[in-house]
């Protein structure tokens, strides 16, 4: 269980759409999701799972809360995106329904935003990256 101070909610930073591919090799790309962009605070009190516009939708994600329960922290800020724990059809209706019918949600993690206590949005992206691989690594 997580006993350091919950880290309050910061406006993840969103894609940007461009029309083509940028030049070089200093740039990474990521799967786009189709579900709801999700920010995990984590600490005393339990995990709070934020969207992206910063509402508190804790208890619509209920299904994920236990999900970070063994993490080896005290307290982290995580970027990911809810999904569907079993997607037929379109992912985002595929979402809608696990909602309204209580089913299996998933939390793919993508950003380590900070972690006990230590805000890492100074750090490049790839080393956020790496600690957040380290953090997650062992667990289902």
């Not at 930073?13 to 090799?25: C, E, M, N, R, Y």
């Not at 962009?37 to 516009?53: D, F, S, V």
């Not at 800020?77 to 595929?94: K, P, Y």
Request: proline share 4%; glycine share 10%; charged share 25%.
């Amino acid at each position: 269980m997580q006993t350091g101070r919950r880290p309050a909610f910061r406006k993840p930073q969103l894609a940007t759409l461009a029309s083509d591919v940028p030049k070089g090799d200093d740039w990474i790309f990521e799967t786009k999701f189709d579900g709801y962009r999700c920010l995990a605070a984590i600490g005393k009190g339990g995990p709070r799972l934020y969207t992206r516009n910063g509402h508190d939708w804790s208890n619509k994600f209920q299904a994920l809360s236990a999900a970070f329960d063994d993490l080896p922290c005290t307290a982290a800020l995580i970027d990911g995106e809810v999904m569907a724990g079993r997607v037929t059809g379109s992912a985002f209706s595929s979402l809608q329904a696990a909602l309204r019918g209580g089913q299996s949600l998933v939390f793919y993690a993508f950003d380590l935003l900070s972690l006990d206590s230590k805000d890492l949005t100074g750090l490049s992206q790839l080393d956020r990256k790496d600690r957040l691989e380290t953090l997650l690594s062992g667990l289902p």
